[in-house]
């Protein structure tokens, strides 16, 4: 539905997307998810003609779109601050752009009514936005662009001003209207847990490129960088050097301490390379098992709902997070003593 071909732009001497390249499909609900100044939100412009890409093409169901207005492209874009008309009540902002298109009365009321009852708002059609929620408002907003049966739904962090327990609410409302609708959703978001609830395919965004593209438990469980391994969820990273190889497995040297992760084909003998392992991976105990990789000293304990965070210093300073789902270290002090150990199919390495 969207192909993206070597695009650049740069504002003056800064680049701020460096030769990316993407093919969107069609009903795919797909995620740019990155830190602020990644590069999403400009790409995302160039996508809906607000921007024109320095260098480059920008292809929608297989038209060059680069000639073409942005109001004549068969997209439709949602921002975070919604841009509803604070004049005109929810029948009016929803249709809009209907009218400005001169379609006909019958088919604007027919069309409004239908996105209302999508995004489940019928009895709220003379209201003004003033007097509707946040979360109400953004539904407003969604059901004004999906009027114009758009092929392609832009999303710039539309859930950015709503508070938390709305927002994870909002989240499955609007995976659930993309799923009905069958239409292309194009999102953008900074928010790790956001992108990984709502999306088909999570494209990770670092400088103006593209760090890994990938289904959430790709993304997820095998990061390819150590900037995906940090940016998406929580992690523990250590610098290792590879030590030896045997049978099925590597072995790597962490400041002395061997760890065992499975062999690849593209680690190399005396190679520096980086380990991930997730919190939730590990197991922390009280006393040296045959599975134990790393020893360190117990710093605190952090209650966190439905885990409990460890905090465990080790020998050459640094700190490393597991999580627990049951507080099997009661009545443990800060000082002692644990051991931590982990099955090595659950670490992840990379180069960098």
Known sequence: MVQLKNITKKFGKDTAVNE???????????????????GKTTTLRMIAGFEKPTEGEVWIDEKQVAKIEPYKREVNTVFQSYSLFPHMN????????????KTGKDEVEERV?????????????????????????????IAR??????????????LGALDLKLRKQMQLELKHLQQSLGITFIYVTHDQEEALTM????????????????????????????????????????ECV??????????LDIKGVTVVTPKNDTLQLDESVYMSIRPEKAKVT??????????????EKIYVGSITKIIIELPNGREMVVNEV??????????????????????VVFKG
């Open 20 to 38: 990316l390249n993407l093919d969107v499909k069609v009903g795919e609900f797909l995620t740019l998810l990155g830190p602020s100044g990644c």
């Open 90 to 101: 929810v029948f009016e902002n929803i249709a809009f752009g209907l009218k400005m298109k």
């Open 113 to 141: 009514r239908n996105a209302l009852k999508l995004v489940q708002l019928e009895d709220y059609v003379n209201r003004k936005p003033k007097q509707l929620s946040g979360g109400q408002q953004q539904r407003i907003a």
């Open 145 to 158: 662009a999906i009027v114009n049966n758009p092929k392609v739904l832009l999303l710039d962090e539309p």
């Open 199 to 238: 999306s088909d395919r999570i494209v990770v965004m670092n400088e103006g490129k593209i760090e890994q593209v990938g289904l959430p438990h790709e993304i997820y469980e095998k990061p390819v960088s150590k900037f995906v391994a940090d940016f998406i969820g929580e992690t523990n990273i250590f």
């Open 242 to 251: 590879v030590s030896e190889f045997k049978g099925d497995y590597a072995y």
């Open 286 to 299: 009280l006393t040296k098992t045959q599975d134990t990789l790393l020893s360190g000293t117990f710093k």
């Open 326 to 347: 049951e507080d099997d270290l009661i009545g443990i002090k800060s000082g002692n003593e644990v051991y931590v150990s982990w099955q090595p199919e659950d670490s």
